[in-house]
């Protein structure tokens, strides 16, 4: 009757730490996605920053 009830114990403390595994990782996944839509905002900024600097040069080249 031991190895039944070592075996069910065994297998609640594995899903357990399944669990905290899955955790971490949801939380990581999250942290990276707000990484990822970070980045994306600034280089969205500054691809427009280029598009403006861009366009007054072309301004200026087209006045000389």
Sequence with gaps: MFWPMLAIALGFLGLAVLGV???RVFLEAQRLGRQVADSARRINR???D????ALSAAQAVEQV
């Design 21 to 23: 595994l899955a955790v």
């Design 50 to 53: 280029l598009e403006r600097a």
């Design 46 to 48: 500054a691809a427009e």
